[in-house]
C-alpha cells in the first residue's frame, strides 16, 4: 500500500466506524481507526500463517507464562509490517501527528516486570525469526496496578486497561474449553476394569480464548498470543444466581498477583495457574486431534514451554488428559510428557520458589494432586537404590506436606535452562544441585535477550538514523552488524551525532520530568538511571546511600568537582511489601530535600518517575547515560534493562551479576564500571556466616555519617522509614551486603563521573557499548530455544502456498 492509498483508506475508515472527519476525530478515535485498518489488514496474514502450520503439520511450540507483558502494540505492528514510516508521512499529510495518537493506546501491562516482558520480547522474536510459536496465558481485566505518590508514598490503583476495548483482541468462543475445579475425585472401575475419575461436586467453568496476533518482522508471519478470560457456562446459569457465587468465577481472571520475586501462597493465585494450564493443554491436544495424527506421536508435533514454575501444572494436566481421556499406558504418557514439556528458571531466590500445600492443591485441583502424588512416587521408586535416600528426599516433589513446583517442572521436562551463563552455572552448583547430579543432561543455559526493534527503531529513532547513515541498515535485521560501528570510534563526526541523538533524548525525557514532576533538570548533566522493580536485593538502597554522600560532600564543599548529575529511578513496589515501600518513601524525601536545596546548586537533581511502565522505559531508556545494574552478586538472574540500557549507548555500572557479566565480556571492561563482592565472595560469606555490617559501620566513618542522615531528621518526614532502614542494615545484619559493596561502589561513581568529564572519551565508550549489543538480540536466543529445546523449524513451505498477491500487505 502506498501512501496516497493509504490516506484515503484511512479517511475511509473512519468516516465508516465513526462518521467523522479527521477535522473532528479525537486522537481515541483516530487511533481507533487506524488500529482497525491494520487488524484488518494483517488478519489475512494471521489467517494463512493458521493455514500454513496445519498444512505444513510441523512442529510448533506453545510459550506459557503468567504473564506478557507487551505495552503498546500500534508502532511496534506498523513497524512490523512495514508500514511506520509511511503511515507517519501519511498522517502528517493529514494534519495528524502518530505520536499523538499512538500515545492513547493503554499499555497492556499483564506482568510484573522481567519474566513478563521477556515473554513479550520473545513472542515478537519467535514471529520475526518465522517460527510455529504461539504464546499462552491470562487475559487479566485488571493489570498491574498504577503508582501514584501521595506525600512521597506509593499508593496502588486499579489499571483498567479494558475500558475503552482492546482492538488488537479477537473473542474466539468458538474455541472455549471447559476447566473443572474443586469437589472430589474418586478412582472407579470402568467396564474394562480401569481405574478412571469419578468428579464430585466442584465447578465447571468455561475458558473463553482472545487472540492477539503477534506480527513477524516483514515477513507475512503472524503468530498467536492466545489469553484465556474465566466465564459461566451458560448451562451452569442456575447454579450461579447470586452476586457472591458469581463474584467468586469473575475473580479468577480479575487481577493480575503484584509480587514479583515473592511466593504468594493464595488459593486464587494457584486456581489461576490451573485454570490457563489446563485451558492452554485442552486446547493443543484437541487442535492436534483434529490432524489425525496418532496421540502417541504428539512429541513430534507439540512443544511445551513453563516460563517458571507458575505453569508447572502442564506436567500432570498433560499427563491427566493423555491417561485419563486419551487412555495411553501411564509408562507411554510419561515419555510423551518428557518430551513435550521444558521449563526455564528465572531466579534463585529461595523464598521464590514456589510450593503449595498438599491441602490447598487438593481442594484446587483435586485430580491433578493424585497425577503429582502418582509421578513423585514412581520418581522415589525409580531412585531407590540408584541414588542415596538424603538425596531422593530433597529432590522428591511432595516434602512436608508440600508440593515442590521445580521440581514437578524439572522432572517432567527433557530439559531445564538458566537465563545467564553465571545462573545457569549456580542452578548446576547450588540451587539446583540434587537435580543436576540426577540429570545433568537436561541443564542448559540460554542467556536473555530482547527485542531489538522496540529498543531502538521504536524507542529511539534519533539514534537509529544516526546508525543508518554510518553503518548501513543491516543493523536492522541482523542486530550483530552494530559492530560495524567500531570502525568509527576515532571518528569525530560520528562521535558527535551520536551525543546530539543522545542529547536529543535527554531533552524529551527532560520536558517530561518538568511536565510531570515539576523538576527542572539540566540536559547537560549526567542522567542516571535505575529502573527495575523495587526490591531489597537489586539494592536501589545503595544508590541512595552514594547519593546521600555526594550531598553531604557538597554541602561541605561546595565547589567539589563533580560533574552535574541527575539521578532517576523508576520502580514499582509490591503492596504488600513494607520495605520496598519504604525506599520509595526514602528516596522521595531525599529528593525534596535535595533538589529543594539551593546551596546544591544544579549539580545533584533526584527524580522518581512515577507509574515505571514500558512505555516509560521507551523514554528513559535512550535518555540514560549510565546505567544501574547493582544487585549482590549471584541474586539477579539475568536482568534485560541491562541490556536495553547498554544497546542505547548508556555506560554500566555493575556488578558481576546476572547477564552484567556477559556484557563486560561483550564490551570490555575498560568501558564498563564493574565493582562489588563477586559471586564466590558472597558464597563465602554464607559458608564463614562471617558476615558483620556493624564492624564495617564501626570503622568507617563515612559510613557513620551517611547513615546518620536516616534518623537524625536531616532528611525529613522518614522517622518511621529512616529507622526501618537503619536497622536492616545495622540490627538485621545487612542482608544483601550493602554496606560491604558501599566504598567500591563510591569509587566505581568516581571513575564513571571522571570518564565522563572527558567528552571525547565518553562518547567512545558509549560508541563501544552500542556497537556490542547486538549479541543480546531475542531473535538469537529465541533461535537457540528452537534449535536446542523446541527442535521446531520456520515453516518453509510458507513462500510456496501462498499466492504472489499475497505478498504485501494490500488491502
Ligand atoms: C509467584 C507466586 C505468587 C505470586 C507471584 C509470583 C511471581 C510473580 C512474578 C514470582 C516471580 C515473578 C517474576 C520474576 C521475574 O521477573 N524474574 C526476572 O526474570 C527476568 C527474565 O528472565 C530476569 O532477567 C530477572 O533477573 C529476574 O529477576
Known amino acids: 500500500m502506498d501512501k496516497t492509498e493509504f490516506k484515503q483508506c484511512f479517511s475511509r475508515r473512519l468516516a465508516e466506524k465513526f462518521a467523522m472527519g479527521v477535522a473532528d476525530a479525537s486522537p481515541n478515535e483516530l487511533y481507533q481507526t487506524l488500529g482497525s ?35 503498546k502494540m500500534l508502532k511496534s505492528n506498523l513497524l512490523n509490517m512495514g508500514w511506520l514510516e509511511m503511515v507517519t508521512e501519511g498522517l502528517a499529510e493529514l494534519g495528524i501527528d502518530l505520536e499523538d495518537l499512538a500515545e492513547v493506546e493503554p499499555d497492556m501491562a499483564l506482568g510484573n516486570g522481567g519474566l513478563g516482558r521477556l515473554a513479550s520480547c520473545f513472542m515478537d522474536s519467535i514471529a520475526s525469526m518465522g517460527l510455529p510459536g504461539n504464546g499462552n496465558g491470562i487475559r487479566y481485566e485488571y493489570g498491574l496496578f498504577k503508582q501514584h505518590f501521595v506525600d512521597n508514598y506509593q499508593v496502588e490503583l486499579p489499571d483498567k486497561w479494558l475500558h475503552k476495548g482492546n482492538l488488537w483482541e479477537i473473542r474466539k468462543e468458538s474455541k472455549a474449553v471447559d476447566v473443572h475445579l474443586g469437589g472430589e475425585v474418586y478412582l472407579v472401575p470402568d467396564a474394562a476394569g ?53 463474584r467468586t468465577v469473575e475473580d479468577l481472571t480479575s487481577v493480575l498477583y503484584p509480587d514479583d520475586s515473592s511466593e504468594d501462597g493464595r488459593k486464587l493465585r494457584l486456581s489461576q495457574e490451573y485454570f490457563f494450564v489446563s485451558a492452554g493443554v485442552q486446547s493443543i491436544l484437541r487442535y492436534y486431534k483434529q490432524l489425525n495424527k496418532p496421540i502417541d506421536k504428539i512429541n513430534q508435533s507439540v512443544a511445551i514451554h513453563i516460563n517458571d ?6 506436567v500432570a494436566e498433560f499427563m491427566r488428559l493423555l491417561v485419563d481421556e486419551e487412555n495411553l499406558s ?46 513423585d ?58 537435580f543436576y547430579l540426577l540429570y545433568p543432561a537436561r541443564f542448559n543455559n540460554k542467556t536473555n535477550g530482547i527485542a531489538m526493534r522496540r529498543w531502538t527503531q521504536l524507542a529511539n529513532p534519533a539514534l537509529s538514523k544516526v546508525l543508518d547513515e554510518t ?15 567500531l570502525n568509527y570510534t576515532e571518528d569525530d563526526h560520528v562521535l558527535a551525532a551520536l551525543a546530539d541523538a543522545k542529547l536529543a533524548n535527554k531533552k524529551r525525557l527532560a520536558a517530561y520530568i518538568q511536565e510531570h514532576c515539576g523538576i527542572e533538570v539540566s540536559p547537560q548533566a549526567i542522567f542516571d538511571v535505575q529502573i527495575k522493580r523495587l526490591h531489597a536485593y537489586k539494592r536501589q538502597l545503595l544508590n541512595l546511600l552514594h547519593i546521600i554522600k555526594l550531598y553531604l560532600d557538597l554541602k561541605e564543599n561546595p565547589d567539589l568537582p563533580i560533574e552535574p548529575r541527575v539521578f532517576i529511578f523508576g520502580a514499582k513496589a509490591a503492596p504488600s511489601y513494607h520495605y520496598a515501600k519504604s525506599i520509595i518513601k526514602v528516596i522521595n524525601e531525599t529528593a525534596s530535600l535535595i533538589n529543594q536545596d539551593p546551596t546544591i546548586n544544579n549539580k545533584l537533581k533526584v527524580v522518581f518517575l512515577e507509574n515505571y511502565n514500558v512505555s516509560l522505559a521507551e523514554r528513559i531508556i535512550p535518555a540514560a547515560d549510565v546505567s544501574e545494574q547493582i544487585s549482590l552478586a549471584s541474586k539477579e538472574a539475568s536482568g534485560t534493562s541491562n541490556m ?48 558483620s555490617a556493624l564492624s564495617i559501620y564501626d570503622e568507617n566513618a563515612t559510613i557513620r555519617k551517611v547513615l546518620a542522615t536516616l534518623t537524625d531528621g536531616t532528611i525529613p518526614n522518614i522517622s518511621a522509614e529512616g529507622y526501618e532502614i537503619f536497622d536492616s542494615l545495622i540490627k538485621y545484619n545487612d542482608e544483601f551486603f550493602v554496606l560491604r559493596d558501599f566504598e567500591d561502589y563510591c569509587l566505581a561513581q568516581e571513575s564513571v563521573n571522571k570518564a565522563y568529564q572527558d567528552k571525547r572519551r565518553w562518547r567512545q565508550i558509549s560508541l563501544r557499548n552500542i556497537a556490542s549489543a547486538g549479541r543480546f538480540s531475542a531473535d538469537d536466543t529465541v533461535q537457540r530455544y528452537a534449535d536446542d529445546i523446541w527442535q521446531i523449524e520456520p515453516v518453509f513451505a510458507h513462500e510456496d502456498l501462498r499466492g504472489a498477491e499475497h505478498d504485501s500487505y494490500l488491502l
Open 37 to 71: 485498518l491494520l487488524t484488518s489488514t494483517y488478519s489475512q496474514k494471521w489467517q494463512q500463517t493458521w493455514t500454513d502450520y496445519r498444512e505444513a503439520e510441523q512442529k510448533q511450540a506453545y510459550y506459557f507464562s503468567i504473564e506478557f507483558l507487551p505495552g
Open 194 to 246: 480401569n481405574l478412571s475419575p469419578d468428579y464430585q461436586g466442584g465447578m465447571t467453568l468455561r475458558a473463553v480464548p482472545y487472540d492477539t496476533g503477534m506480527v513477524g518482522y516483514q515477513n507475512d508471519i503472524v503468530n498467536t498470543m492466545r489469553l484465556w478470560s474465566v466465564e459461566i457456562p451458560p448451562e451452569e446459569e442456575e447454579n450461579y444466581r447470586s452476586i457472591e457465587d458469581r
Open 309 to 314: 514454575t507458575h505453569p508447572a501444572m502442564c
Open 330 to 375: 501411564w509408562e507411554r504418557a510419561w515419555n510423551l510428557t518428557q518430551e513435550v514439556m521444558s521449563y526455564t528458571n528465572h531466579t534463585i531466590m529461595a523464598e521464590a520458589l514456589e510450593k503449595w500445600s498438599i491441602n490447598m492443591m487438593k481442594s484446587v485441583c483435586p485430580r491433578i494432586y493424585q497425577i503429582i502424588e502418582e509421578i
Open 377 to 434: 512416587r514412581r520418581f522415589v521408586a525409580e531412585m531407590t537404590g540408584v541414588h542415596d535416600f538424603d538425596l531422593i528426599q530433597r529432590t522428591r516433589i511432595i516434602q512436608d506436606n508440600q508440593v515442590h513446583m521445580a521440581h514437578l517442572a524439572i522432572i517432567g521436562s527433557h530439559s531445564t535452562n538458566g537465563v545467564a551463563k553465571l545462573h545457569s552455572d549456580l542452578l548446576k552448583s547450588v540451587v539446583l544441585h540434587d
Open 471 to 485: 553503518i548501513g541498515n543491516s543493523w536492522r535485521k541482523q542486530p550483530t552488524n552494530l559492530r560495524l560501528l
Open 644 to 691: 536495553k540500557l547498554m544497546l542505547n549507548g548508556a555506560v554500566t555500572i555493575a556488578t558481576l551479576d546476572g547477564a552484567n557479566v556477559e556484557i563486560r565480556d561483550a564490551v570490555g571492561e575498560e568501558n564498563i564500571a564493574i565493582f562489588g563482592l563477586t559471586e564466590s565472595e558472597v558464597y563465602q560469606y554464607y559458608e564463614n556466616k562471617n558476615y
